[in-house]
């Protein structure tokens, strides 16, 4: 499948019109950003390290049940996607308590949530990712009940499913963030599943391993995701092919 | 009904013990307050003003068959109501964009909205109020799903008598914030309604009749407050007697 047009080039990746009307190549970048791009720097191979791990994520969920965009990796930065109507709507779950959640509500980072939480965010830079209920989704809709409740569902299975995942390469998942995306009228799991969308702390020594390294300049960032693909790859490779 | 001791002195009434242990007196203050307690000021006769404006809406609102902890008027500044625990969960109805949420989404102040639009705040100074969702209200155990589903109905029915008291006298309700509390196993509307809880706006010329007026220093502001209570006077005294 070769590119065609560049459709949209985002924060942290790219994506390219392909010959069929129904897929686009996602490209990943070596940027990376937060604090909503006021903080920027590109961090070589981070981008090759996101595809492969995403690739193996959404694999992983795929045999599971889990209805994604993915297709297939064409290239170390490419992976083949179904083309989507994205919903403007970011969906966060938390196992534990870390980041913005800490200092909204004045709880120690590092608290164990008693259940999986799951939050709604409005998909706006210039807004800030300004949190949102589900009525706001509804009243602005962004999306209807119906697809906010697969959404949730949805985000619910995968936080199951990938909390086992890490679990088993003893690392915790403290929370993480979707994206979903209408396709010939339904709604699929889009963007990428990396450690740039997810909190990973080690089990044990519970140090970081994700994009707060970035955001809280700890250094050794992109030696930590290759950490994180590693532990992937040793555990999960042979099984898989 | 005595007043014994002081339960619980707030930024804008005082609470007192009683001889009953079910019946608590609220005490209306000139104190005024905006952002958290950080702008401050005793606006002579404020208290006075409210307090008769709670006491008819809250007539009101038993008339037309909303539980809430009103009991009676027992003095300018003091209305008996039935002792509860408060729920920290401030339930926000809005009919027109306008102040936090405006900023929030980046909706233009007096845009009206599609329907009314139900938010949940965390009510805590220090936290600054925080924005939060159903999730958050379980997940915290604020309140529980049954709980939270009988504020959300009543919250939408005070809605709609209330824009129906207010259309009445040629004010628009643009939005307001009420608190509930458990009293007798049962969820009652606690706290006050009033121009300090409300935001009214005049339906021909649109002019500030509410708290905003103090918030962002237009001046007048007992004078609105008063302007309201004289409406709401002429229109519904002789009715209610
Ligand atoms: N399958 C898909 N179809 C269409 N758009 C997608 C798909 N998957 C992800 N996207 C969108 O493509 C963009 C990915 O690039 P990214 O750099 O993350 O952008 P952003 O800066 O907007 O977050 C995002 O806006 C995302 O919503
Ligand atoms: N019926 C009631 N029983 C117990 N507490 C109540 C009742 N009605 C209101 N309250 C509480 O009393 C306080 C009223 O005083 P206020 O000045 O508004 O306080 P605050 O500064 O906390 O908003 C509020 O904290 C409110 O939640
Ligand atoms: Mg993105
Ligand atoms: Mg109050």
């Given at each position: 499948?070769?590119?065609?047009?560049?459709?949209?080039?985002?924060?942290?990746?790219?994506?390219?019109?392909?010959?069929s009307e129904?897929?686009?190549?996602?490209?990943?970048?070596?940027?990376?950003?937060?604090?909503?791009?006021?903080?920027?720097?590109?961090?070589?191979?981070?981008?090759?390290?996101?595809?492969?791990?995403?690739?193996?994520i959404?694999e992983?969920?795929?045999?599971?049940?889990?209805?994604?965009?993915?297709?297939?990796?064409?290239?170390?930065?490419?992976?083949?996607?179904?083309?989507?109507?994205?919903?403007?709507?970011?969906?966060v779950v938390?196992?534990?308590?870390?980041?913005?959640?800490?200092?909204?509500?004045?709880?120690?980072?590092?608290?164990?949530?008693?259940?999986?939480?799951?939050?709604?965010?409005?998909?706006?830079?210039?807004?800030?990712?300004?949190?949102?209920?589900?009525?706001?989704?509804?009243?602005?809709g962004?999306?209807?009940?119906?697809?906010?409740?697969?959404?949730?569902?949805?985000a619910?299975?995968?936080?199951?499913?990938?909390?086992?995942?890490?679990?088993?390469?003893?690392?915790?998942?403290?929370?993480?963030?979707?994206?979903?995306?209408?396709?010939?009228?339904?709604?699929?799991l889009?963007?990428?599943?990396?450690?740039?969308?997810?909190?990973?702390?080690?089990?044990?020594t519970?140090?970081?391993?994700?994009?707060?390294?970035?955001?809280?300049?700890?250094g050794?960032?992109?030696?930590?995701?290759?950490e994180?693909?590693?532990?992937?790859?040793?555990?999960?490779?042979?099984?898989?092919?």
């Amino acid at each position: 499948m070769e590119k065609r047009e560049k459709l949209y080039e985002g924060k942290a990746k790219v994506l390219y019109t392909t010959d069929s009307e129904n897929l686009l190549v996602q490209y990943f970048k070596d940027d990376t950003t937060a604090f909503d791009g006021a903080k920027k720097e590109v961090l070589e191979d981070k981008g090759v390290i996101n595809c492969a791990i995403s690739t193996v994520i959404f694999e992983y969920l795929e045999k599971h049940g889990v209805r994604t965009h993915f297709v297939e990796r064409l290239s170390p930065r490419e992976m083949l996607v179904k083309r989507c109507e994205i919903i403007p709507v970011e969906v966060v779950v938390r196992n534990v308590a870390a980041g913005s959640f800490c200092r909204r509500y004045g709880v120690e980072e590092g608290t164990p949530l008693k259940e999986p939480l799951v939050e709604y965010f409005y998909k706006s830079d210039e807004l800030h990712d300004p949190m949102v209920c589900p009525n706001h989704v509804y009243l602005f809709g962004w999306a209807t009940r119906e697809e906010l409740g697969q959404m949730t569902k949805a985000a619910l299975e995968v936080n199951e499913l990938l909390k086992k995942f890490f679990d088993e390469i003893d690392i915790l998942l403290v929370d993480f963030k979707l994206e979903f995306g209408r396709h010939n009228g339904e709604v699929i799991l889009a963007d990428e599943i990396t450690p740039d969308s997810c909190r990973l702390w080690d089990k044990s020594t519970m140090e970081v391993l994700d994009k707060d390294r970035f955001r809280k300049d700890m250094g050794k960032v992109v030696e930590s995701y290759k950490e994180v693909y590693r532990r992937i790859m040793e555990r999960y490779e042979r099984v898989e092919e």
